[in-house]
């Protein structure tokens, strides 16, 4: 009888033979996944039988990685900052890159935010998380991706405090908010018809706008001084070598304190502003 390190090796090596990068690791998730498991509980339990039932879970979903469908899609969820949220085809899959764009935010507490492409809602939900008093909005052009959102809020009890609603950047969205965040979409045209095949699993959309893949900054930007307290914050992440062309966007839209800042891997990642005039137009 199979044992589940057996199962495990062979099912490496087709992904291997496919492509896939780190077949190892996701073999190993994919199981533990398939198992019902979680933690650290497969280690211990390697050298047993492999149970038919989950034998023939993971069986589909290596072929589904096989076909470079990503982890998080063939199980559903994926890990960011210590919560699980749910995904679909119809969102990003939360990236640890943009855990950078928390952290960058954290020092001061925001009482209003905003969630521009909320996607997951995995930005706006760990900022309310991380802050019990405050309240957000997620706006996102994609009905699939906001009822996703709500799924998250729903799961993480954050319900009552994030309101999500659907708009293209600032189109629907009233008032104003202490704290301004996105990850629109920024791969250029070329990065796009670059980009390893797991991405034709998510929404293009959400992925890149076309062209130099600046449009996104230039329709945030130029709509943010309307809905920016006195003081307020904006932060973006942005994609590799755009942090000169974001950050002269954000000057030309009066913003102050402009930073650029770097993720664990110490790339370029976020352009932190804030605005310290107040009503900028």
């Avoid at 039988?49 to 470079?68: C, G, Q, T, V, Y």
């Avoid at 920016?228 to 755009?242: P, S, V, Y």
């Amino acid at each position: 009888m199979t044992t589940r390190a057996e199962a495990i090796a062979l099912a490496a090596a087709r992904l291997a033979g496919a492509g896939v990068p780190e077949p190892e690791r996701d073999a190993r998730l994919l199981y533990r996944w398939a198992a019902g498991m979680e933690g650290a509980s497969l280690q211990g339990a390697l050298q047993d039988p492999a149970r038919a039932a989950e034998l023939a879970k993971f069986d589909r979903a290596i072929e589904a990685r096989e076909h470079r469908k990503p982890v998080s899609q063939i199980v559903g969820f994926r890990e960011f900052w210590g919560q699980r949220f749910s995904v679909s085809p119809a969102v990003l899959d939360p990236r640890p890159d943009s855990e950078a764009l928390i952290e960058a935010v954290l020092n001061a507490k925001s009482a209003r935010v905003l969630d521009l492409g909320t996607g997951s809602g995995c930005l706006l939900l760990t900022l309310l998380a991380e802050w019990p008093n405050a309240t957000g909005v997620g706006v996102d052009c994609s009905a699939a991706a906001l009822e996703v959102a709500g799924r998250n809020a729903e799961a993480l009890d954050l319900r009552a405090r994030a309101t999500f609603l659907q708009s293209d950047w600032f189109e629907a969205v009233e008032g104003e908010f202490d704290l301004i965040v996105a990850n629109p979409p920024y791969l250029s045209a070329q990065e796009l018809l670059d980009a390893p095949p797991e991405l034709a699993h998510e929404p293009e959309g959400a992925l890149s706008p076309g062209g130099d893949g600046l449009d996104a900054y230039r329709q945030i930007l130029a709509g943010v001084g309307r809905h920016l307290t006195a003081n307020g914050r904006i932060a973006l992440e942005i994609g590799a070598n755009q942090a000169a062309d974001v950050a002269a966007l954000a000057g030309k839209a009066s913003l102050d304190m402009i930073r650029i800042l770097q993720d664990l891997n110490g790339r370029d990642r976020v352009i932190l502003a804030e605005n310290k005039g107040k009503n900028r137009r």
